[in-house]
């Protein structure tokens, strides 16, 4: 038996595994969760990412805005499956006060260190990189500096300092559809410089699903184990790239440090509106509400570059599957620093 080290969510959203399904993921019965044109204005929702707030629960979603581009809007919801929208986009200002608004934002995290909440996207600084913004009453939302050159994707910050630092994950990239990709992690004593970079994992392995490049998906979990992260692996077909998941445990201390990967794939495009949409064959995990009483874990993934999906697992059936489909990389079991 696992365990996820912190956080008792008894009202996450769930659903048992179907009986004779065999996967370690399992989707939500009446998925997509959200559809298309779920706010005037904005033509798809997808790519977001959820957290417990009071009560209830708080998003940060992808909207893609009827001219194209990508903002970031705030979402409230009761349950985490039904979820409503705020009309205007998230606001952000520096931290002087004034309006800093990104040209655009997309594929955002969220998550909270201490008292304070992050929200990390990818935006436009001469390039594609990270950007990173706070807020402890998801009012006022504050923009620090960017934490990375461009280009680059996937920044994915952990939940928790380590020796004092925080701790970035991000996937270095180029300014278009980024046929490479592998996972680095960054230091940072106070969010604004950064270094100490290790490299992670590199995309590859015996199997093909993450040949073309893979970047972290959700915060990492803390487990009794070490780190899980949930991550996208990125195979090319000749009618174009296929997004699947699949998962890693890191090391604890140095989570730089691969312990165990998954070589194959736990859930990968066969539902309609996976297949089926702005881009098809995508499946993009970036959020997960975990419960550490019952080991359950909700992962919200945008499917299709049009929809957001829910699926279903647990602490065990995940770190089974990774044990069980074990296969790291040359550099995976190193400390990374090359
Ligand atoms: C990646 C990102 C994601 C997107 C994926 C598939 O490069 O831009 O936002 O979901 O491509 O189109």
Redesign the pocket.
């Given at each position: 038996m696992s365990k996820i080290l912190e956080g008792n969510l008894s009202n996450i959203p769930w659903q048992e595994k179907p009986l004779n399904f065999n996967g370690p993921i399992w989707r939500h019965t009446e998925n997509p969760i959200i559809g298309r044109n779920p706010v005037e204005g904005v033509a798809r929702i997808f790519?977001s990412a959820v957290m417990p707030y009071g009560d209830e629960f708080i998003g940060v979603f992808r909207g893609e805005t009827i001219n194209g581009r990508p903002h970031i809007y705030l979402g409230h919801s009761k349950d985490a499956v039904n979820w409503e929208f705020d009309k205007e986009k998230i606001q952000f200002v520096d931290e002087a006060g004034k309006p800093y608004q990104p040209l655009y934002a997309?594929?955002p995290r969220l998550l909270k260190i201490e008292d304070t909440y992050y929200i990390i996207w990818c935006g436009d600084f001469d390039g594609a990189t990270i950007g990173l913004a706070k807020t402890t009453d998801f009012k006022t939302f504050t923009r620090l500096e960017n934490p990375f050159l461009p280009f680059n994707?996937n920044g994915v910050l952990f939940p928790k300092k380590i020796d004092g630092k925080y701790l970035m994950l991000s996937r270095p990239s180029d300014n278009g559809?980024?046929p490479f990709g592998d996972i680095f992690l960054s230091k940072s004593p106070d969010l604004k410089y950064w270094g100490e970079h290790r490299i992670v994992m590199q995309k590859g392995g015996s199997g093909w699903w993450q040949s073309v490049k893979i970047g972290c998906g959700p915060a990492p979990i803390e487990t009794d184990e070490g780190w899980l992260i949930f991550y996208h692996g990125v195979t090319g077909t000749c009618n174009g790239?296929v997004?699947s998941m699949s998962a890693a445990i890191l090391d604890k201390d140095c989570p730089s440090k691969v312990l165990y990967r998954a070589g194959s794939i736990m859930l990968t495009p066969e539902e309609w509106y996976e297949e089926r949409g702005f881009?098809a064959n995508?499946i993009?995990p970036c959020a997960t509400l975990a419960d550490a009483e019952t080991g359950r874990i909700a992962i919200y993934y945008?499917a299709a570059?049009t929809y957001v999906g829910l699926a279903y697992t647990t602490i065990d059936e995940t770190v089974k599957f990774i044990k069980e489909h074990n296969e790291l990389g040359s550099i995976d079991g190193e400390e990374g620093r090359l």
């Open positions: 790519n997309y594929d994707r559809h980024t790239l997004y881009v995508v993009f945008g570059d």
